[in-house]
Nanobody
């Protein structure tokens, strides 16, 4: 079992940056693909970025390509989301999640979830 705790969210002006952290418990973190998802008020949860277990492949939603970067440190059981050039439409609760399939952008394949961290981007 994997427990996930997100941090790093906050309030930032448009054009600014934030770095999200997801700390995982358990000795098998390096076996899991990790993803970041977000959910804005009144909207469905959506895929943001994901990285394979060994970090060799990443995928991004079109809306964040070129602005967000996902990375991981298996030695520290941590996955990161660097968010640059933030826009008001990036405002949402951001969740990290873990799974073991190769479909790393598919929400329904993720079965471990954190509680989320709020990101608010002001215009």
């Amino acid at each position: 079992q994997v427990q996930l705790v997100e941090s790093g969210g906050g309030l930032v002006q448009a054009g600014g940056s934030l770095r999200l952290f997801c700390a995982a418990s358990g000795r098998t973190f390096s076996s899991y693909a990790m993803g970041w998802f977000r959910q804005a008020p009144g909207k469905e949860r959506e895929f943001v970025a994901a990285i394979t277990a060994n970090g060799g492949r990443t995928e991004y939603a079109d809306s964040v390509k070129g602005r967000f970067t996902i990375s991981r440190e298996n030695a520290n059981n941590t996955v990161y989301l660097q968010m640059n050039s933030l826009k008001p439409e990036d405002t949402a609760v951001y969740f990290c999640a873990a799974q073991t399939t190769s479909y790393i952008s598919r929400l329904r394949d993720y079965y471990y979830w954190g509680q989320g961290t709020q990101v608010t981007v002001s215009s």
